[in-house]
Every structure is written in C-alpha cells, then in structure tokens.
C-alpha cells in the first residue's frame, strides 16, 4: 500500500533562517505531488505541484521554493524565513493518471519567531 | 476557471440529529467533487467522492453527498451525527476537462458535534 511521510511535525525557526520541509511517498511511482499551505485553521492554500522530476508548477510567488530530486520526494524550501511563513504545510500526492482522490500527509507545523 | 464555496464557517448539531454541510462550486465543464475532513493537527482523510453516474454518493464513517447538476451543489450529510464527527471539513472540485490540474479547495467547514 501507499503511504506518504512528512517531516518534521513541527519546527520553530528565527525570522532570515532557511527552511527545509521534506515529503516522501512510498509504494508507487511518477505520482503527482504537492504542497499546501494552511494558515489559522482553515481553508488550504496551493504553493507547489509537481507532475513529474523537475517539474515544478508555482501556484503563488513568494518566499517559498520547492523541488523534487526524486521520482517520489518533494521538498519545500526557503533562503530567509519571514513572519508571515507561519502555517501548518501539507504534502500530498495523487496517481499521476485517472481521478484519484489526494492523499495528505499528517503536516509540519512551522512557527517562525 | 473552477471554484467552490462552503457558505458556512460553523455549523453546530446535536448528537444524533442529522448534518448537513454545505458546498457549491463553479466549473466550465462537468466537476469532479471530493470531500475532505481534517482532526486537530492532522492531514485532511478522504471521506467520498463524484465523478460520474449517481447522484448520492456514500463514503466513508457512514457520510453520504448528494450532487445536484442545477443548483450547483454538492453537500455534505449524515443521518445521524455523533460527537467523534467533530473536525474541519473540506469540499473540492477540479474541472474534468482540465487534465492534471490540482484540485481547488473550499475554506472549510467547522463541525461541532454536542453531546
């Protein structure tokens, strides 16, 4: 079966520090991957998605970059952490053909003081 | 360009009333709706999703949507809630002419199940 890991699941980091947030999927290949933002509890913001190696789609520019080395990691990145980074980030994956439901991974708690 | 829209930032029930969350959405083309329910600190789960052929669609933790093509709308129910039904829940749509593109989120609805 597939899982999808994430970590950490929680982090703090001082304000102009880098970032680092690593996703892996297990048990399948050239899936569709990505990264979501939430903030305060609520609705879920598109950062990154990615429907193979190299392939990387920006949904919004800010201070956040992504990448994907590997057929099944995707990892989300930043030079200098800003207030506004706070949020709890979500992975998720889906098969890379048919309408398959996204899978999440259980999220990072980013706090950036 | 797609869209959904959960009206409701809260909805409150009593313990083995039924629930209704409700969700509309906009598509060019026909939509593929799924919903979503996320607990404190967790990713969200995949409860139940449209793609085609019957309208009411049962998911998982006994949930059932009905999707209605004229009104837009895709909701949320459950005969009977129970106090663990408690969580943030997600609606979403992605436009089934619109190959790998991802799907679009609703802000979420807050269930809160009293005992």
């Known amino acids: 079966s597939q899982t999808i890991h994430q970590w950490p699941a929680t982090l703090v980091q001082p304000v102009g520090s880098p970032l680092s947030l690593e996703c892996t999927v297990e048990g399948t290949s050239n899936p569709n991957l990505y990264w979501y933002r939430q903030a305060a509890g609520r609705g879920l913001q598109l950062l990154f998605y990615s429907v193979g190696i190299g392939q990387i789609s920006s949904e919004v520019p800010q201070n956040l970059s992504a990448s994907r080395p590997q057929d099944r990691q995707f990892i989300l990145s930043s030079k200098k952490l800003l207030l506004s980074d706070s949020g709890f980030y979500l992975c998720?994956?889906?098969?890379?053909?048919?309408?398959?439901?996204?899978?999440f991974g259980n999220g990072t708690r980013l706090t950036v003081t | 360009a797609q869209s959904v829209a959960q009206p409701e930032d809260q909805v409150n029930v009593a313990e083995g009333n039924p629930l209704t969350v409700k969700c509309t959405y906009s598509?060019?083309?026909?939509?593929?709706l799924f919903w979503y329910v996320q607990y404190p600190n967790r990713g969200l789960q995949f409860l139940l999703k449209?793609?085609?052929?019957?309208?009411l669609v049962k998911g998982s933790y006994g949930f059932e949507a009905e999707f209605n093509k004229s009104q837009t709308s895709f909701h949320l129910k459950k005969p009977s809630a129970l106090v663990s039904d408690s969580a943030l829940y997600f609606c979403?749509?992605?436009?089934?002419?619109?190959?790998?593109?991802?799907?679009?989120f609703g802000k979420g609805t807050r269930l809160s199940v009293i005992a």
């Open positions: 598509v060019s083309g026909n939509p593929y």
């Open positions: 449209y793609i085609t052929g019957d309208n």
């Open positions: 998720a994956w889906s098969p890379g053909q048919g309408v398959s439901p996204l899978h």
């Open positions: 979403a749509v992605r436009d089934n002419g619109e190959g790998n593109t991802p799907l679009v």
